[in-house]
């Protein structure tokens, strides 16, 4: 998020039992959608992030009805993206320095300003 808060993304999980072997897994999703104008830039599809004001729905808290209203593109002009070291694609990787900037700054990041470096 531009503003630095943290966000949730909409997910499931389910608690099962595996008929092969009788152990009790615990599984889960995040449930992704169409991407908005940011995302679609460098991707077919996102992760719905759920607003506050949706969290108590989603969640059941609330009778709210069709949850897949919420099921929406995220505002674009709420984000903020920028480049990152490429050892994010292994799972080997895993230490806070995968988030940072590969240029140090998080660039600009507006639907038409945008520039994707190629592959």
């Not at 993304?9 to 908005?36: H, M, Q, V, Y």
């Not at 009778?63 to 002009?77: I, M, V, W």
Request: with cysteine; net charge negative.
């Amino acid at each position: 998020m531009k503003d630095g808060r943290p966000f949730t993304f909409a997910g499931l999980w389910e608690n099962w039992k595996d008929p092969e072997s009788g152990e009790w897994l615990r599984t889960c999703t995040i449930i992704t959608g169409e991407p908005n104008e940011l995302v679609a830039q460098i991707h077919p599809r996102m992760p719905v992030i759920l607003p506050e004001q949706h969290h108590a729905a989603w969640l059941g808290e609330t009778d709210n009805g069709n949850l897949k209203e919420l099921l929406l593109p995220y505002p674009a002009d709420e984000m903020r993206m920028w480049e990152i070291s490429p050892r994010v694609n292994s799972p080997k990787n895993d230490d806070p320095s995968l988030w940072e900037p590969v240029d140090g700054e998080p660039t600009k990041t507006t639907t038409d300003t945008l520039e994707l470096l190629p592959e």
